[in-house]
C-alpha cells in the first residue's frame, strides 16, 4: 500500500530482534518484535539483553580466536590482548558497534537498534500472506514493549488499525492502568505474565513488587480482548504448593480460565556470558511440572505448556 508517512509511522524506538515464523506466541505463524528494556529483572530470565534500555556490546568468547583485530577499531580503547585472550572495558564501551565488523568469526554483535514504526510494519508486511493463510499475525514482546509506551502504541495503530493483522501483546503488565487500557483497541491477544503472587517474593527475585500487575490482571479480565496467562515456572520460586495454591486461588477468584505454563529453562545462558553478566540460579534445575499442572486443574483451569 502506498501512503504518506503518518506521524504514527515516524514514531521509532529500540527493538532487540525481530523474529519471523514464530510458532509460539499467539495463534498462527507469527512476526515477533522484541522491544528493549524492562522494569523487572527476574533471575531467570531467558532474554538477559532484554533489561537493558540501550543497545549492548554481546561478546562471544567461544568463537573468539583472540586474533585482536577488534581492537585497534575501538577509539574508546575498552578492548585489550592480553595472554588469556581479549577483555573488555564494559565501562568504557559506549556500544557503538565500530568493532564488529572487523571480526570476521562472528564473535561481536551490538544488542538493540533503533527502528521506526513504518520500517517494522514494512518488514512484517512481507508476510502478510503467511499471516492470513495461518490465522497469525504479530507478537510484540520483549522485554516489557509497554516501557516504551509511545512507540508500541503507535505501532500497534499501524499494524493493527492500519494494516488489518492480527496483534497480540506479550506483557508482564508493570505499567500504571491508563498505560496498558490506552493499547486494547489496537489489540486482538494480550499474553499476560503472572509470575508470583506474593508481594515480597515477587520482589526478591523479580527487583519488584507485583500490586500493579495483580491490579492489572483483575482489569484486563473485564475487558473485551482476549486473554491468556502465562506462568513461567521456576524452581523453588513458584513451584511450591503454596505458591500454585495462591495462584489458582487469584486466577479462579479473578475469573480467568486458561493458563500456559511457561516451564524454566536455560537457553540464554550463553547469553548472560556474553554481556558479562552473572547468572544466579542453578543452570540444571527441573521445575515441579506435573505437580504445577495438577493443581491448577484443580482449580478448574484449561492448562497448556509452552514447548520451547
Ligand atoms: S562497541 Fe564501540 S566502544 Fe564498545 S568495544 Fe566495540 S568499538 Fe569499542
Ligand atoms: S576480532 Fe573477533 S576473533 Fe579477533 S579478537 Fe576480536 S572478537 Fe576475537
Redesign the pocket.
Known amino acids: 500500500m502506498n501512503r504518506g508517512l503518518t506521524w504514527a509511522a515516524d514514531t521509532a524506538g529500540i527493538v532487540f530482534d525481530i523474529q519471523h515464523f514464530s510458532l509460539h506466541d499467539g495463534p498462527g505463524v507469527r512476526s515477533t518484535v522484541f522491544f528493549k528494556g524492562c522494569p523487572l529483572s527476574c533471575r531467570w530470565c531467558g532474554n538477559p539483553e532484554s533489561q537493558g534500555t540501550r543497545a549492548q556490546?554481546m561478546y562471544f568468547q567461544h568463537l573468539c580466536a583472540a586474533c585482536g583485530n577488534?581492537v585497534s577499531?575501538?577509539?574508546?580503547h575498552?578492548?585489550f590482548l592480553e595472554k588469556d585472550g581479549l577483555h573488555?572495558d564494559r565501562d568504557?564501551?559506549?556500544?557503538?558497534?565500530?568493532?564488529?565488523p572487523y571480526c570476521q568469526r562472528g564473535a561481536?554483535a551490538?544488542s538493540g537498534h533503533g527502528m521506526s514504526v513504518h520500517e517494522i510494519s514494512a518488514e512484517v508486511r512481507q508476510h502478510w500472506r503467511i499471516f492470513q493463510q495461518s490465522g497469525g499475525g504479530v507478537t510484540v514482546s520483549g522485554g516489557e514493549p509497554l516501557a516504551q509506551k509511545d512507540f508500541l502504541y503507535a505501532l500497534l495503530q499501524e499494524l493493527h488499525d492500519e494494516a488489518g493483522l492480527h496483534t497480540c501483546l506479550d506483557t508482564c503488565a508493570k505499567a500504571p492502568w491508563p498505560v496498558l487500557e490506552r493499547m486494547l483497541p489496537h489489540l486482538d491477544l494480550v499474553l499476560l505474565d503472572i509470575k508470583h503472587i506474593d508481594d515480597a517474593t515477587h520482589r526478591q527475585w523479580t527487583g519488584a513488587g507485583n500490586a500493579d500487575i495483580l491490579l492489572n490482571a483483575r482489569k484486563l479480565v473485564e475487558s473485551p480482548v482476549e486473554m491468556l496467562v502465562r506462568l513461567p515456572l521456576i524452581p523453588n520460586f513458584n513451584d511450591t504448593d503454596d505458591s500454585l495454591i495462591a495462584f489458582g486461588n487469584f486466577l479462579r477468584e479473578t475469573g480467568f480460565r486458561n493458563i500456559e505454563i511457561m516451564p524454566y529453562h536455560t537457553l540464554g545462558l550463553s547469553k548472560y556470558r556474553a554481556l558479562g553478566k552473572a547468572y544466579t540460579l542453578p543452570p540444571k534445575a527441573e521445575p515441579r511440572l506435573s505437580a504445577a499442572i495438577d493443581v491448577l486443574n484443580d482449580y478448574g483451569l484449561d492448562v497448556t505448556v509452552h514447548r520451547h
Not at 73 to 76: I, L, S, T, V
Not at 92 to 100: D, E, I, P, Q
Open positions: 556490546l577488534c577499531a575501538c577509539a574508546r575498552a578492548l573488555i568504557a564501551c559506549v556500544a557503538c558497534g565500530k568493532c564488529v561481536r551490538i
